[in-house]
């Protein structure tokens, strides 16, 4: 039992000391900046390599990176004890890590196992964008809980922070290509959700409610050009805008000239055997042209997602 105590003392006396011997309060920021930025380095790669989504393996790799960096952070900043009196910028670091913690243990996996089939379906490809968002809202919120702490304590001890302008930049840019694909990805599947379901059902032999189908398609493009619009005046690369745009302008001919004649044909059971095989070449060629236009897209996405993000 003495031993015991004596342990736990010895400990405690560690922790006061570690947490006093710095009668500089920059010194003592310096170790907590130090912890944020071997944190943000690493999550910096996991959100990369994530928006590339090629290697499952290394997006599963570097999200524990970020967890165990999260964990570690945590035990060291425990250690720093509070500055003189001051105890906010450790408490608040403590909480934010914790943040990290629990996002990247549990709700950046989440996301991860929707990422496999994320384009299975329009709503499989909305629920891995919800997962997504969420666990991001959940890191941002650790950052900015971060980022206030910090300038509260340079504040109260007349501190000047100097923040990595190019990993701000990295971020910066990271965010945007992030958010401009997400947008441009969801636009293009709610309309390519609608030309599958067409297929599908042509497919099945189910062609009495190809006219509603249709009309749905015409909704999810209405949609769509909206949301695209409102990237006109978007300052950066545009290649994936202008395959939207080219994309929309394809879907509207098809909804004007091509489908309405295609599925009257399709759907009326007393055509000429001439006419039967003219309608089956009309198919054909709408099945590779929705088929060419899906490849263009993704070549286009991951063209732009290289160019902002090259590998490392």
Known sequence: MFKYLAFVLLVGMAFQ?????YNNPQTYFRKFQNENRKLRIKNLRYLKSSLRSTDERRV??????????????????ERLGPY???????????????????????????????????????????????????????????????????????KTYYLTITRDEEMEEEYRMLDEVTLYTRDMTLSFFR??????????????GGTDSLSTIVGDMRAAYNESKKEVEEYADFDGRKVLFNEMEDYLEEIRVELDENLPELTENLQ?????????????????????????????????????????????
């Open 17 to 21: 000391v570690d947490a006093q011997r």
């Open 60 to 77: 599963a790799k570097y999200r524990e990176m970020v967890l165990e960096q999260a964990k570690e952070s945590q035990q060291a900043v």
């Open 84 to 154: 003189e009196d001051y105890d906010i910028l450790q408490k608040e670091y403590i909480k934010s890590l914790q943040m990290y913690i629990d996002a990247f243990a549990n709700n950046f996996g989440v996301a991860e196992e929707l990422n496999k089939g994320r384009y299975n379906s329009y709503e499989d490809l909305k629920k891995y964008y919800d997962a997504v968002t969420k666990a991001e809202g959940q890191m941002l919120d650790a950052a900015y809980r971060i980022q206030q702490a910090e300038e509260h304590f340079a």
């Open 191 to 204: 309309v390519d959700a609608e030309v599958r379901k067409y297929l599908k059902t042509v497919e099945v």
């Open 268 to 312: 009326n059971k007393f055509l000429s055997e001439d006419e039967f095989e003219d309608t089956q070449r009309e198919l054909e060629r709408f099945i590779k042209r929705h088929k060419y236009r899906v490849e263009d897209f993704f070549e286009t996405q991951a063209d732009l997602i290289e160019y902002y993000i090259p590998e490392d």
